[in-house]
């Protein structure tokens, strides 16, 4: 059976790839800062039985993530999926140091230090995906009169982090990606988001299934087109 471990699992974009990959056949680890408290996490623990194993995670510290790796009993991860983000929104004028550091700490550090204690458990020919934001396109400038500075200056240093370790563990036969899953409606996204959660998973899930070791360190929109850096 296939193992896939997901951060930030409990809502969002987290949630609907723990249901697909569930609804797939696979073992999920669903990793999020507090899981007890999920109902929808229960309810499918419920459902799908010891296919579904809840973790606490925090990628915010640096304990919570050293603690993860004993958690799993020496299981093999397929694929591991960063998926645990946090959006500020403060414009020039508004700036505080609290955003830059949230927002470095849970969208960079956190997803480094996830992959430096899972990549042990990681099989030969396995995947990690970052998930990322089109606003990390140093090319692309999306919207840079908007105030979500910190969010993209974060995803843009997750992006290098992507190249870095894609040259780390290409010996080890490990593919690393950045992915963008496009302007989604969740919590983050917004109403006003034009895509439904089950449709971002559905394309974004077949991106997965594609990838290759020539396909690392490569940052891909939702639809598995090239994304400038």
Same mark, same amino acid.
């Given at each position: 059976?296939? &193992? ?9 974009? !987290? ?9 797939? !056949? ?14 929808? $996490? ?8 010891? *296919?579904?194993? $809840? ?16 958690? $799993? ?10 998926? =645990? ?24 550090? !956190? ?8 990549? +042990? ?44 370790? =894609?040259?780390? $563990? ?10 963008? +899953? ?22 974004? &899930? ?11 360190? *490569? ?11």
């Amino acid at each position: 059976m296939n &193992t896939i471990l997901i951060t930030g699992s409990n809502r969002g974009i !987290g949630l609907g790839l723990v249901r697909h990959y569930l609804q797939s !056949g696979w073992q999920v680890v669903a990793a999020s800062r507090e899981p007890g408290k999920s109902g929808d $996490l229960r309810a499918l623990e419920k459902e799908h039985g010891n *296919r579904l194993v $809840l973790v606490k995670l925090d990628v915010a510290s640096e304990q919570s993530i050293l603690d993860l790796a004993p958690e $799993l009993n020496g299981l093999e991860l397929d694929i591991v999926i960063n998926n =645990a983000g946090v959006l500020m929104d403060e414009n020039l004028g508004q700036w505080t140091s609290a955003a830059f550091t949230t927002c470095l700490a849970v969208n960079v550090t !956190g997803p480094a230090l996830v992959a430096q204690a899972l990549v +042990p458990l990681m099989k030969p020919g396995s995947k990690l995906i970052n998930i990322s934001s089109g606003l990390g396109s140093l090319e692309l400038n999306i919207n840079p009169e908007d105030g979500m500075d910190a969010y993209a200056m974060s995803k843009a240093a997750l992006n290098m982090l992507t190249r870095r370790l =894609a040259a780390k $563990l290409e010996s080890r036969d490990i593919t690393v990606i950045s992915i963008s +899953p496009g302007w989604v409606k969740t919590d983050m996204g917004g109403d006003e988001a034009p895509v439904l959660v089950e449709d971002s998973v559905s394309t974004i &899930t077949g991106v997965f299934e594609g990838l290759t070791l020539d396909h690392s360190g *490569r940052f891909f929109a939702s639809h598995g087109e090239q994304t400038p850096w």
